[in-house]
DNA sequence: CGGTTTATCCTGTTTTTAAGGGATTGCCGC
DNA sequence: GCGGCAATCCCTTAAAAACAGGATAAACCG
């Protein structure tokens, strides 16, 4: 029985290149693609494939939100996460929302192929690359408490400690010392490069 | 005489998507793809073709640096740049690179049909989106002189003030008043949200 | 030429952070 | 039950940044 495959992804160049990859596959069938979560989850009340193929960034939801949702609605269904980005937090945070594997759009046709029957075993891919990023992500990894990505995101948002701690029915020092410690985990000086490294590490 | 077209982008899905959109095209010769900027410059040197559908993002150099060695080595190759992002000054950069179009991955093959018979007669060619986002970013432009950009990065690598005005060998209130005028610019209150804006702006 | 922008510099005051030092509570896992 | 961590709170001092309200010389541009 072939392989069932849905494609979630904004770019119509990229759903045509993985149709072009996959379309003299004899053990897949393409069951169609969406553009966006909402007609991604619109399709799945009607069928489920056997493989979705995500892309991280839609236009209306992140995928991994949107990788969450499947996953408890239907979580017979198998998700690759597909993105440009190597990025250490995005790959983290789509394996934990469900995925089952994550390929770069770089990926060669053997690799997708690869990757397709590896989780239709139920077992986990990465691609090369991204495993890559994964294991050197885990020598210095920054994990923050909720605490502090909510402060965190608090300060870039422009508010001082005392509007921060107002807003959180908190004392201002508790937030002095967050900051502290959020300058102390990302090794920088100040707010400027605080800031900086946060978005460059997409924590923001 | 068909159009020689040519792809730069390290995706090899989006290449194989291109690929597939053009391949039933009369007019179109597919003259082959790089994947980096240095293969890029190498398969030119052999032969040029009509059309460079060309990615912004590359692995070894930004697409806007080879948008511009390549015009001024072959200035009759058209360029037409190619990305995910709609973001205002990428595409400002891209086109006073010298390129002649700016196509978005998610055009259509109508899109990417008409942009290429636009450009090729020697005329511009914008995808609806790009366009929008540029008569969207008409309107408000945040434009630094050289020595607030200047400033603008040395504060987001966490120099102090006195720092910035040793390294510049000026004073530093002379930092303080580029630092307050940038404050002015973004709209903004205090470094944390001049750093973020800055940041999702392109401007770091 | 004359206006505009740019970059430079000044004197203040007030607010906010940074950097040191601690302390307490509650929760989780071993 | 104890160690570790998260989250909370406190103090002090010095540095840094924000805010206000200026001025001047040079360069750029129509």
Redesign the interface.
């Known amino acids: 029985m072939a392989t069932k495959v849905f494609i979630v992804d904004?770019?119509?160049?990229?759903?045509?290149?993985?149709?072009?990859?996959l379309q003299n596959e004899k053990g897949i069938e393409w069951t169609g693609h969406a553009?966006n979560a909402a007609s991604c989850l619109a399709f799945l009340q009607r069928q489920q494939p056997d493989i979705i193929l995500m892309d991280i960034?839609l236009p209306d939801k992140s995928g991994i939100d949107l990788c969450r949702e499947v996953k408890e609605k239907y979580p017979s269904v198998f998700i690759i996460g597909l993105s440009?980005f190597n990025q250490q937090s995005f790959i983290q945070k789509m394996m934990d929302s469900g995925a089952s594997g994550y390929v770069?759009?770089?990926?060669?046709q053997e690799e997708l192929m690869e990757a397709i029957s590896v989780v239709i075993k139920g077992k986990i891919y990465f691609s090369d690359e991204a495993s890559q990023v994964l294991t050197k992500a885990d020598v210095n990894p920054i994990l923050l408490t909720r605490r502090e990505k909510e402060v965190l995101e608090l300060?870039?948002?422009?508010l001082?400690n005392n509007e921060i701690a107002q807003k959180l029915f908190v004392s201002p020092t508790t937030i002095d010392t967050h900051r502290k410690n959020l300058l102390a985990k990302f090794g920088?000086?100040?707010?400027?490069?605080l800031?900086?490294d946060a978005?460059?590490l997409q924590f923001?």
């Open positions: 904004d770019h119509y160049m990229v759903v045509e290149g993985i149709r072009s990859l553009m960034n440009t770069l759009k770089n990926a060669t300060i870039a948002e422009g001082t920088v000086r100040n707010t400027a490069s800031i900086r978005t460059k923001i």
